[in-house]
């Protein structure tokens, strides 16, 4: 489906309730702010990754691994795998938000 809107362009209301341009590219979307800052998000089919590149820098997000699994990139450098299902989810986003609890008995 991405390959049939290549070159198209939505505007999109964040959470901040601005409008964001997204456009569809071949492998992926470049997102450009209202302020004029342009991050693209790309797909890798040889590693079977996502990245990130804004400001000439590319960094991996996420990548599906042969077994079905996502290994996620953490913003500190680490690296989590989680299943792809909302305990995954919800794992991922323990880690990125650095929570952490403990039981008593």
């Known amino acids: 489906p991405m390959a049939q809107r290549v070159g198209e362009t939505q505007e999109i209301t964040g959470k901040d309730g601005k409008l964001y341009a997204v456009t ?3 492998n992926g979307y470049k997102v450009k702010s209202p302020d ?3 991050i693209k998000f790309k797909y890798d089919k040889k590693t079977n990754s996502w990245s990130k590149e804004e400001k000439g820098k590319i ?3 996420f990548r599906i691994n042969d077994d079905g699994t996502i290994q996620a990139r953490l913003q500190d ?3 989590i795998t989680v299943t792809p299902d909302a305990a995954g989810l919800y794992e991922a986003r323990m ?3 650095g929570a ?3 039981a008593q008995r």
């Open 59 to 61: 960094e991996e997000l």
């Open 77 to 79: 450098g680490r690296s």
């Open 95 to 97: 880690a990125t938000a």
């Open 36 to 38: 004029g800052e342009v």
């Open 24 to 26: 569809t590219l071949r």
């Open 100 to 102: 952490c609890f403990w």
